[in-house]
Each structure stands twice: as C-alpha cells, then as structure tokens.
C-alpha cells in the first residue's frame, strides 16, 4: 500500500533554532496537511495545503511555522525560531481529496525536541 | 469547533474480552474516522462511517454510527495483545476536504 514518509525520525535542536521537517505524501494526492502531538495529549490540526496555498490553519500556526511544497513531491513544515513548548511528534498526513470525505494517511511521524 | 469526547480514557482488558470504546460529538457529524497509534508510529486508518446507522466490521473490530445522538462506537471482540494501543475517533466538517478533528483517545492495554 502506499504510503507518507517524514524524515527525519528523530529531530533536535536549541531553542531559537530554525528546523524544517519534511513529508513526501502519497504521490496522486492533493491535500497534505501537519498535525502534532504533544506528549500525553491530542493529536491537534496546524494547517491543510492544497493547490499550493494554506486552505486551513489553526491558531497553533502562528508566524514561526511556514508549508511549502518546493518541488511537486516534498511537502514541508518550518518552525522558524523554536521554542520549548514545539516539543512534540509532528504528523504529516495526506488524502487524495475529491469526493471531499477521504481517509487521511499519516507518516510515522517526526519527533521534535527543543532543548 | 468539533470537540469530540471519549471513553472511557484508558482500559485494561484481559485477553480474550470484549470491550467498547464511545466516541461523542458536540456537534452534528458528518462522517466519524477511527484511527489506531501504537507508540512511536503514525495513524493507522481503522474504518469510516458516513450513514447514520452505518456499521462496518474489519476482522474483530466493528463500529457503528449513530447520528441522532452523535456518537459512535468501537466494539473489539475476544481482544488481542495486538489490539493494545490509543484508539483516536475524528470528525469533519460536511462537504469538505478539511482538516479532521481528533477525539482525546482511548488508551488500551491487552493483559495475558
């Protein structure tokens, strides 16, 4: 089955550092979208991307977190200057789209420590 | 915002039982998304419900939509250790390819 792959796996960095985390979604997909998970608590939305704009984002997706899709199959999440409170597992996730109602697939996910 | 509840939040079973998991929604669903995690892996999609009175099975596990109430439910049969894991129910808003919206999850564990 296909599948969405994030790398990398494990991802660290010092406060005020910049990292990118980077997803190739399932290939005929149109919709990506982040989500992330601090530890013990929801799995909560950051943003949807489709027809190379933001759709959706939510108020965790303040001016420090920037989507790109720079090259037709990579599809990434910048935190600009990280801070302790982005420790957490960032999921990538991406669904085909058209009937609206699709299942969304998820990567394994990039665990993010801010030291 | 689509808050969904459920429970319980955690759950021991003996291996072999039977168990349920709710999922409860403040607001009109439009279509309910089961989802598994196990530690230190993604979302793996379990089943979609888009009909009130809707009702899938896969293997062991089956669930059942009810959307006068706002609710659904996983119902696992004679449970398994590889059933052990966070169960997460989502919802979307109607007519739309926006973002699903998770439940708090329901962490299982399978005893011997």
């Known amino acids: 089955e296909p599948e969405v792959t994030q790398t990398p796996s494990h991802q660290v960095t010092q406060m005020g550092q910049e990292v990118i985390l980077r997803c190739v979604p399932i290939?005929?997909?149109?919709?990506f979208y982040w989500y992330r998970q601090i530890l013990g608590q929801k799995v909560e939305f950051l943003v949807s991307?489709?027809?190379?704009?933001?759709?959706?984002k939510s108020e965790i997706f303040d001016d420090q977190f920037s989507v790109e899709r720079p090259d037709g199959s990579n599809f990434t999440l910048k935190i600009r200057s990280t801070k302790l409170e982005d420790s957490a597992m960032y999921f990538c996730?991406?669904?085909?789209?058209?009937?609206?109602?699709?299942?969304?697939?998820f990567g394994s996910g990039t665990q993010l420590s801010v030291l | 915002s689509q808050e969904l509840e459920q429970s319980p939040q955690s759950l021991i079973v003996q291996e072999g039982k039977n168990l349920t998991i709710n999922c409860t929604s403040s607001?009109?669903?439009?279509?309910l998304y089961w989802y598994k995690q196990k530690y230190g892996e993604g979302l793996i999609f379990l089943m979609m419900?888009?009909?009130?009175?809707e009702e899938k099975s896969h293997e062991k596990i089956t669930a059942k939509l009810d959307e006068k109430k706002q609710q659904s439910s996983l119902h696992i049969t004679a449970s398994q250790p590889s059933h052990a894991g966070i169960y997460l129910c989502?919802?979307?808003?109607?007519?739309?390819?926006?973002?699903?919206?998770f439940g708090t999850g329901t962490r299982l564990q399978v005893t011997l």
């Open positions: 419900l888009q009909k009130g009175g």
């Open positions: 290939s005929n997909h149109l919709y």
């Open positions: 996730a991406s669904s085909g789209g058209q009937g609206g109602n699709e299942k969304l697939f």
């Open positions: 991307f489709y027809n190379n704009e933001i759709s959706e």
């Open positions: 607001k009109t669903l439009y279509g």
């Open positions: 989502g919802a979307r808003r109607a007519g739309t390819a926006s973002k699903l919206t």
